[in-house]
Structure formats: structure tokens, C-alpha cells
């Protein structure tokens, strides 16, 4: 089986990538990636290389490459466009019950290769920053011309832009309405496209209750229910910190006996709701 047959070029699919520059490549640096993606449920290896791999997620399909001589690797997704329209807005507070379940959450295979490849950064390098992060602009994607050179924003950048509520960049930094990039669109797991947002209005804080590595934590309700609220304010200039707070978000929906319920972006800060669905089982 060749790659090109498994990689479509259709009109109607959409694609996000990421790229990492490493300053060296630790020896089996590949082979934990691929343990560790195949022993993620749901996925499916279509094709296996030396160096790279195709998989499957439910209607989207990933490949990642390594170039060892460049210590350059690339990662692409692929889905139908239909099937991605940004962020989980909703305009109230979402029902809430004692022992209410998780949302229906939209899973996004960017979202778990990359942090695939970050937990074995984390392991091989004694810092992050020592690796260059660049997200590829989801326009050069789709066109073939440019699809194998396309231009790349910074991960800092797209950080920013998400942490500013910044709806969109542009292609070459050249602010023209054709060249017009949605971030949530561009890097799906950077904007929380898979977590759902509720109104402002539907939130009522009522007191701090304490302070953490991220920020204020708060008592509030949303809904008539109970929540307890994480705040992160002022930091997102440090992507280290915006990294653990978004994988709190990410990995916090899973735990059990907790249910977090969303993120809210407001003009200054990211805020967590978490409800304690079963105190007898939470730590």
C-alpha cells in the first residue's frame, strides 16, 4: 500500500499540521511515538515506514514523518471540512446534574499526536524550549502549489492570538482578507476546539477560595450547580504554563468523578469549571 493512495488530496478535506526542530534526536525517539499512539484507543496504523506512519481516528487520518537528517518532524491531519467547525460554542449553560455525564466531546487526532510527541519531549530533553514548535498555515495546506512549503506561524503566536481572543491570523503576516487564517481552524488544539464554551452571563462567582500554580481558583454556579472555577490570568506569555493548563482542561474531562464542563474565554483570562460529580470518589 502506497502512501499517496491513503492521502487524499480531495477538495473537501481539511488539514492541520504541526512541525517540531529538535536540536538532536534521541535514539528511539520514533519507535515511543508509535508504541504509544498504537496503544491509544480508537486508533488505527494504516501504514508503517521506517520513518513515519499513517493512522486512523473515527473520519479523520493523520501521518507523521521524521527526517532524520534534518531532525525535523511533521505532522498532518486530515478530515472532511464539513465535519470541523471550530470551537463547541454554546449560547447557555450546558444541563447540569448531580450525577451528570461528561459532555459529548469532539476528539481531535491533532490534538493526541501532538501531545504524543510533547509527553516524549518532555522525557528526552531537559527543557521544552530547546525544540522549535511551528504550526503550518491551514490555507498553504490546501493548496497543492504551496501545500509542500507552506507558510508557518510561530507556537507562540498562535498562543497569543488564542489567549487575545484573536479570531484569525494571516498567511505571510500580510492582514488581507484572502489571506485570512482561523485559528480555530489552524490549531484546533491550541483554541480548545474540542472543549464547549458557555456565556459569561450564565456564570456567577461568588468568592475566591484559593490561589494556585495557574492563577485564583473560585466558588461559583452556573446553571444552579455548584463549580469550582480555575482561573488563568496574565501568564499565557509563558507557553510552559499555558501547556499544563491546557492539558489540566484536556486530561481533567476524563478523570473519574469530576466533570468539567468547559473553558470560557473572556477578555482577560481562561477560566475552568469543574463539578465534583461523586465526592466519595474524588481526591
Known amino acids: 500500500m502506497q502512501f499517496h493512495s491513503l492521502w487524499s488530496d480531495a477538495a473537501n478535506q481539511s488539514r492541520q499540521g504541526r512541525v517540531y526542530h529538535f536540536p538532536f534526536l534521541p535514539m528511539g525517539f520514533f519507535g515511543r511515538i508509535l508504541v504509544r499512539l498504537m496503544s491509544t484507543p480508537d486508533i488505527y496504523g ?8 499513517v493512522i486512523d481516528f473515527e473520519d479523520q487520518r493523520g501521518f507523521i514523518l521524521f527526517d532524520p537528517e534534518e531532525l525535523v518532524c511533521t ?3 486530515q478530515q472532511r471540512a464539513e465535519s470541523f467547525a471550530g470551537p463547541m460554542a454554546t449560547g447557555s449553560a450546558p444541563m447540569l446534574g448531580a450525577k451528570a455525564p461528561n459532555p459529548k466531546v469532539r476528539r481531535i487526532l491533532l490534538r493526541t499526536i501532538v501531545d504524543t510527541v510533547d509527553s516524549v519531549v518532555d522525557i528526552c530533553y531537559s527543557t521544552s524550549s530547546a525544540v522549535v514548535r511551528l504550526v503550518p498555515c491551514t490555507h498553504c495546506l490546501a493548496r497543492p502549489e504551496s501545500a509542500a512549503t507552506p507558510f508557518y506561524f510561530s507556537y507562540q503566536e498562535c498562543v497569543e492570538a488564542v489567549f487575545r481572543r484573536r479570531a484569525v491570523l494571516f498567511c505571510h503576516h500580510i492582514e488581507s482578507p484572502s489571506r485570512m487564517v482561523h485559528v480555530a481552524h489552524l490549531a484546533p488544539d491550541i483554541a480548545f476546539a474540542d472543549l464547549p ?8 462567582i461568588c468568592e475566591e477560595i484559593g490561589r494556585g500554580g495557574f492563577g ?3 466558588r461559583a454556579t452556573i446553571g444552579g450547580v455548584e463549580v469550582a472555577v ?5 501568564l499565557a506569555a509563558a507557553v510552559e504554563i499555558f501547556d499544563e493548563f491546557q492539558h489540566e482542561a484536556y486530561i481533567m474531562r476524563y478523570v473519574h468523578g469530576i466533570l468539567l464542563l468547559c473553558y470560557l474565554l473572556t477578555n482577560h483570562s481562561y477560566l475552568l469549571f ?3 460529580v461523586d465526592d466519595d470518589d474524588c481526591i
Open 75 to 77: 505532522i498532518q491531519v
Open 197 to 204: 464554551i458557555v456565556q459569561s452571563s450564565t456564570i456567577n
Open 46 to 53: 494504516r501504514l508503517f515506514w521506517r520513518n513515519g506512519m
Open 230 to 234: 480555575k482561573e488563568l490570568a496574565g
Open 274 to 276: 469543574v463539578v465534583v
Open 216 to 218: 485564583a481558583v473560585y
